[in-house]
């Protein structure tokens, strides 16, 4: 069966933000109790993931993209967000879906498949 209709109505997207050390999160301080960690190399501590998440099921996320950069992340984003609210859900997901994965193999937020 074949659903037509606009692809803001079945698809959201999102930005995640993946830090990618194993770094702790906070270091003890004895002036103040925690405090983030001082950044060693910016690029190589954060990946951008650029995600489709199904309005039928938010556990079901599609990854569109993958960035060193948050600006670029952004500018896909924004972009992705442009066609999400002009195209419809079929040209949505031949234009950045393809192949579309079913609904039980989908990438769920553990980073597990089903």
Do not use: C
């Not at 950069?69 to 500018?75: G, K, P, Q, S, Y």
């Not at 040209?91 to 989908?106: G, N, V």
Request: avoid cysteine; aromatic fraction near 10%; glycine fraction near 4%.
């Amino acid at each position: 069966m074949r659903i037509i209709g606009a692809a803001s109505e079945f698809w959201r997207l999102r930005l995640t933000k993946v830090d990618t050390t194993d770094e702790l999160d906070f270091e003890w301080h004895e002036d103040i109790l925690y405090r983030a960690p001082h950044p060693t190399t910016a690029g190589d501590l954060e990946v951008w993931y650029v995600e489709a998440i199904r309005l039928d099921d938010y556990e079901a996320i599609v990854a569109l993209g993958t960035f060193r950069n948050r600006l670029d992340a952004e500018d896909f984003l924004e972009r992705a967000n442009e066609d999400l609210a002009a195209m419809t859900k079929t040209q949505f997901e031949t234009a950045y879906l393809t192949p579309l994965p079913p609904a039980d193999e989908a990438m769920r937020p553990d980073g597990s498949s089903d």
